[in-house]
């Protein structure tokens, strides 16, 4: 393996791997669409611009959890129980666990995008390149993401 793709697994794997957990929901299927992007990038390596990487990246591993999100929809599963141990529930935030649970309720593009500018911090423009959408739709549909995320928590206010 070059140095140079070691550089870019070292520097991207985090953003990657957190952009497909909030899209998946699940932690392993998360590693395993991040290696997938990573195998993507490995066989472009030589054609894409160093300075470009990360965007590249990003639309891929976005694309990947696209399509397993579309494969989840076409072969259903047998749905299991979530396992809380009062450990790991005395450590969740409620704050933390309503917003996780409201951008998880989130529908695509929305949702990519709430992680992708307000959690991951990418530029407006990042982002765009990111999800191929101009950045007029990115502005519109992220204030459309924050106030479907506003109206569900003024629901839980008492």
């Given amino acids: 393996m070059s140095k140079k793709f ?5 520097r991207y794997q985090d953003d990657a791997w957190s952009l497909a957990r909030y899209l998946l929901k699940d932690a392993s299927e998360a590693e395993d669409a991040t290696q997938e992007a990573f195998i993507k990038l490995w066989n472009q390596r030589e ?4 300075e470009r990487i990360k965007p590249w990246l990003l639309k891929v591993t976005r694309n990947v959890c696209l399509d397993r999100l579309r494969h989840r929809r076409l072969t259903p599963e047998l749905e299991t129980p979530e396992v809380h141990g009062p450990v790991a529930d005395a450590q969740r935030d409620e704050l933390g666990r309503w917003l996780k649970s409201a951008i998880a309720n989130l529908e695509e593009p929305y949702r990519s995008l709430v992680v992708l500018r307000d959690m991951q911090q990418h530029s ?7 999800t191929e959408l101009n950045l007029s739709q990115v502005k519109v549909y992220l204030h459309r993401a924050r106030k479907r995320l506003r109206e569900q928590l003024s629901e839980i206010r008492p």
Avoid: C, G, T
């Fill in 47 to 50: 054609e894409l611009d160093p």
């Fill in 124 to 130: 407006y423009e990042e982002v765009a390149r990111i």
């Fill in 6 to 10: 070691r550089q870019w697994v070292k």
